[in-house]
């Protein structure tokens, strides 16, 4: 069982992320925090609450991450997650009490108290976890690993070549791809495939619970924005790739790359510069995950829905 804390910024994807977590019993969800992203923080941080309320789970602590990014205002998810960052569902208003510690405060207590080693996962701007391992550098040993939806190799979601996390805050994403820690890094060429064809959002659909209806809710929404922006043939849930990556790795196709964050571009601030073919012999930094096996993936996320009361 791994001990994670997820930092957030839901956001339908995240959202999904948050709802796997919590179903799988290959996981111990220590924490929750949240980040400014895909809307403002105080609406990702009644998002996450909402979500987790949907769930039934009260206890599980949740803290409100930095307000901005580190050095530039903040980008909107707008187009894709709506007004609210959830558009689509009537989510339940939440029904427990946010932490009085910063995000990065709950990050450093959870961390010390665990008795192993923790994983970060990241959904969001990678600004709270930046901060983090910044303010307390001594806390880098309780860290096992960090796991991150973030980057691009030769596409984009934001720019031509930038996905929205790392462009969303570019010098967090530099500060934490070289903190020297282990990471795995799921970038959009894995999220691309980590779809929900027709057939997938039929089965959902069907499930009767909460969780199912509100689920079914966020994945039409996403569904609209995807369609009315990209042209794919399912919907890509890009977050739940990285608690899917830890709850099977070897449903992914992964490669150990170099990863350098451009924060100084004219048309690519943001963007992730994954050496896939090592061509500088820069030492690798993170394992990148580019396939996955999306059957399995897709089959996951419903078993997860179903599973709830
Ligand atoms: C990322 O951006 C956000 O809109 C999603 O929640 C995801 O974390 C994909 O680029
Ligand atoms: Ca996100």
Redesign the pocket.
Known sequence: VENIILD??P?H??AIALILAVYSSKINLLGVTTSA??QKHSQTLRNAMSILTLMNEKTIPVASGNHTPLLRELISGVSMHGLTGLDGADLPIPNFAVQSLTAIELIAKLVSESEKKVTLVV??PCTNIALFLTVYPNLKNHIKQLVI?GGAMGTGNWCPTTEF?FQADPEAAKIVMSSGLPIVLAPLNVGFEAQLLDKDKAKIHKVKNSVGKAVAGLIDFYGLSFNTHWDFKGLPL??PCTIAWLIDPSKFVSQKCNVEVETQGIFTTGESVIDYHHITKRKPNANVLFHLDREWFANLIFEAVNSFD
């Open positions: 957030c910024d956001g994807d995240d992203g895909n959904t969001g939806f996390n890009y977050d």
